[in-house]
C-alpha cells in the first residue's frame, strides 16, 4: 500500500500561457511563484495557494495535458512505491532533476492510474518561508481536492484503495469521494469516456468568501456552472466556475472531517439533490 501524504500540485498545459497567468492572479487569487523557461521544454509559471511554494502550475503545451501531484513521506516509500507499481504493471518514470527543480520537490516518480489519469508521487515538495497572501481578498486558505475522470471508476476506485491509501468516504452513483487524511475528500472519481483533470478545489474561509467571488466572478464575466450551493456529503458549501481552456474551478468551505478511520462509506443516488443540498442544479457535464 502507497500512503498519500497530501496532494501537492496541479500541473496544466495551455495555448495561452499569459491568459491562464491573468487567470490564475486575477480571479482565483493565486499569487505567482516562480517561471521556468523559455527552455528547452517551453515555459511554466508555478503559482502558490498556501505555505508551499507552487499548488497550481501552468506551462505552454496540450491543454489536456493534465498532471495531478501527491506527496509521500519519505525516499525509502517512494522507492518502494516505484517497484510496488511497476510489479503491477505501471510504467513509472523517474523525475529528472530539471523536473524535480521545477515542481520544487526532492524527487518524484511519475505513472498512469488505470483510466489514464497522469499521477505524480513526490517528496518533500517545498515550503515557502514567505507567508502566503491573496492577490485579492479571496479568503484562500490552500489547494484542496481535484476531481479527476474516470473510465471505470469501480476499477479506478480499487486501484485509489488498495494500491494508493485512498479512503471512499462517500459514493454519488458510481463516483467515489476519496480521503487520504481527515479531510473528506481529497480525489473526486468522476465517470467520463476521457482521462484528465475534471476540477480543481480551493477552500476558503467562509460563505462570506463564497457570495464575494460569486459576484464578483459575475461581474468579470466568468461563467458560473453550479452554485452556490451545499454539498450534502462533504457538507461543504461551493462555488463552480469555469477556468481556462474548460477547466472548472471551485471555491469552497466548511468541508467535514473523517476523524473514524473506518467509517463505513455512504451511497447517495446520482441525483442533482446528491450534490446540492440547496437545489442548486449544475451546469457541468460530468455532474449530470
Ligand atoms: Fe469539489
New binding site residues.
Partial sequence: MIALKDISYVRLGTRDLDGACRYANDILGLREGQRYGPPRHGRAVGFRSDAREQTLVYFDGDPADHTTGFELSSMAELQSAAAELERLGHAVREGRPDECEQRRVQAFIGFNDPSGNAIELAVAPFHSGVRFFPTRDTGNTGFS?V?LRSTDPARDERFWTTVLSAKVSDRIGAAPLLRIDEVHHKI?LFPSAYAGVQ?I?HQVASIDDLMRAWYLLQSRGIRVVFGPGKHPTSGAM?LYFEGPDGMVY?F?SGVRMVTDPDAPPRQFPFHPTSFCMWGSVPDIPEFR
Fill in positions: 481536492h476531481g473526486a476540477h478545489n461551493f471551485e469552497s
